[in-house]
């Protein structure tokens, strides 16, 4: 069992950044690909970034300029630093994990959010000037 919870979020003006961290908790010891997520109001949830045990990330390709992923030794948190927000950036933000070695195929970018069985609470980022 894999308990995650996010924080960080807020309020932030377009062009702002802000850093969204998520706890991990592992009943077990294992090897897990790890990824932000969003859901903005009305639109599926969408990968945004994953990043495996060995540090390999992967990104959607419209985030990667913007966005990264990062995650302490052992994977017991998991980061995600956000730079030049903008408007549509605004969204529930999730972590989520999945017990495999590696970020590939639909974990990759997180494109199938589905095979991630593990998901936090969310933390709302809501960029507005």
């Known amino acids: 069992q894999v308990q995650l919870a996010e924080s960080g979020g807020g309020s932030v003006q377009p062009g702002g950044s802000l850093r969204l961290s998520c706890a991990v908790s592992k009943s077990s010891t294992g090897y897990y690909c790890m990824g932000w997520f969003r859901q903005a109001p009305g639109k599926e949830r969408q990968g945004i970034a994953t990043i495996d045990y060995y540090g390999t990330t992967t990104y959607a390709d419209s985030m990667k300029d913007r966005f990264d992923i990062t995650q302490d030794n052992g994977q017991e948190t998991l980061y995600l630093q956000m730079n030049n927000l903008k408007s549509e950036d605004t969204a529930m933000y999730y972590c989520?994990?999945?017990?495999?070695?590696?970020?590939?195929?639909?974990?990759?970018?997180?494109?199938?959010?589905?095979?991630?069985?593990?998901w936090g609470q969310g933390t709302q980022v809501t960029v507005s000037s």
């Open positions: 989520a994990a999945a017990q495999t070695l590696r970020c590939l195929g639909g974990y990759s970018a997180g494109r199938i959010p589905a095979q991630f069985p593990y």
